[in-house]
């Protein structure tokens, strides 16, 4: 249930095979060939989108925010900034050992199509396509962002998936001829016609019925009442807010939290929700002094980035005013996210009732290192805005004290439904939710800890082997490709 990043790949994989029958359920609209979906230029996630959902939020116990997640077929995916990054071979030493770098690398293969390179780290026929822009296309803000870089001594990495630790490169965007290509396209839209699949947009999901232990169906609405599925198997891909959520009011969470909502406890799982991870970032308002013409309308939402010391610098290449629609923000900004941090959050049901937002509280910049990490980051933007390729010094131009810099999430959430071997880890290493059986989880939620890099290809890439684990015949000890 959903269908957003990962539940996309699941659906059109499990219906690979005419025998099972795939019924998914998605609370957003089938929207695959609206212009704000395929348009890798805007995210249409501002206010009073309809492809898109907004959470508040507590980024620190003194300050609030909000976090965006997509509500459409291809979930955050379908609105999200075509950021396709894998996470560095060094992240997978967090995760359980079947999950190791070795292992995961022919799935990341698998599910690309790169046009730009090609040899023993990349994939040549999976269904995301991947390119990057030319450095030569970049529009006036990357240019004058590498350049600084360049200059200051930082390495070029032409290939960021496959790239050392810091440096300043294109990003790997997953995009073709100008579209955003979602897994609702890559993935859901081509398998629609299989006749063991169905889709149901605009299908809420309430939660899952249990006998004893055991998966009985899944409660879900389509506009007013109630209705009730039955299934031995529900594959939870909801993301890393709506995840955690079902489960708790499905009756499967922290006993403290059912109880308070007066839900029966069908298993005491106390980390359902708990330890998230995601990175927080910085937005450094900067005047940019040739302005809005020196803007390429067909440049993606950030085409280069720095990768320095913990953080990630991003050039946004427009304000976010006309980035995000409706969000009225009409400053240029650096995003300055700390890619990793020691900070761990809680997403916490506030009402049984599934349309009520969860409590989202993010626990931001604790720890002192995270401070000092994220400092360092800041001091490096203000050094780049100070220079002359962004007017450093002349009237206009360069970094603006007021409005001050505003903590953010970069949206990046992971880590709610933790994957692992230990009893503590709320699914295996196959994705199975401990404690209840027929349930499983197979999106953002499973992975141990944020990448050090945007999530979306690590949770494609966990949706793929996910799906391949439930596709494989009971019994098998592992999937190959
Ligand atoms: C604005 C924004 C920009 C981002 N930019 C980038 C980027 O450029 N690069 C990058 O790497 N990452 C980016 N991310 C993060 C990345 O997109 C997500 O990590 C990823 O898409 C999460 O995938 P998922 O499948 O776990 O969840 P989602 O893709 O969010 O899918 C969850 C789906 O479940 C559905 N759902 C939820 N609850 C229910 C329910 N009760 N019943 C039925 N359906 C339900 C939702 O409608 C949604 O479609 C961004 C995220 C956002 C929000």
Known sequence: MGAGSAGCVVAARLSEDPSRTVLVLEAGPAAFDDTRVLDPTRMPVGPGSDLAIDYPVELMSDTRGSVSRGRVVGGSGAVNGAYFVRAPD????????????????????????????????????????????????????????????????????????????????????????????????????????????TLRPRALVHRIAFEGNKVRGV??????GERLVLTNRVVLAAGAVETPALLQRSGVGPVNVLVRQGIPVVA????????????????????????????????????????????EIRPYTAPFGDLVPGSGVSEWQLGVGLMRADSVGAVEIVSADPSA?????YGYLRSGR?????????????????????????????????????????????????????????????????????????????????????PHATVVMVAERIAAFLAAPAGADTVHL
Do not use: Y
């Open 370 to 454: 995270d401070r000092d990490a994220l400092g360092e980051g800041m001091t490096v933007a203000r050094e780049i805005l100070s220079t002359k390729q962004f007017g450093g010094g002349r009237p206009g131009g360069g970094h603006v004290a007021s409005p001050a810099a505003r903590l953010s999430t970069a949206a990046h959430l992971c880590g709610s439904c933790r994957m692992g071997t230990d009893a503590d880890s709320v699914v295996d290493e196959r994705g199975r939710v401990r404690g209840v059986d027929g349930v499983f989880v197979a999106d953002s939620s499973v992975i141990p800890v944020v990448p050090t890099r945007g």
């Open 219 to 224: 409660v879900w609405s389509e506009g007013a």
């Open 90 to 197: 060094a992240d997978f030493a967090r995760w359980p050992a079947s999950w190791s770098a070795d292992e995961v690398l022919p799935w990341f293969r698998f599910l690309e199509h790169d046009r730009d390179f090609t040899g023993p780290r990349h994939g040549a026929d999976g269904p995301v396509p991947v390119e990057r822009r030319d450095a030569e296309r970049f529009d006036g803000v990357g240019a004058a962002f590498a350049d600084v870089a360049l200059a200051a001594g930082f390495g070029w990495i032409a290939d960021l998936n496959d790239g050392g630790d810091a440096g300043v490169g294109p990003v790997p965007l997953n995009v073709a001829s100008g579209r955003r290509a979602s897994t609702a396209h890559t993935h859901l839209r081509p398998a629609l016609g299989r006749t063991g699949l």
């Open 268 to 311: 005491d799982s106390p980390n359902v929700g708990r330890d998230f991870t995601d990175h927080p970032e910085m937005l450094v308002p900067f005047m940019f002094p040739d302005g809005r013409d020196a803007t390429d309308v067909s440049a993606p939402v950030v085409e280069v980035v720095l990768n320095v010391g913990d953080c």
């Open 357 to 361: 937002r969860p409590s989202v509280r």
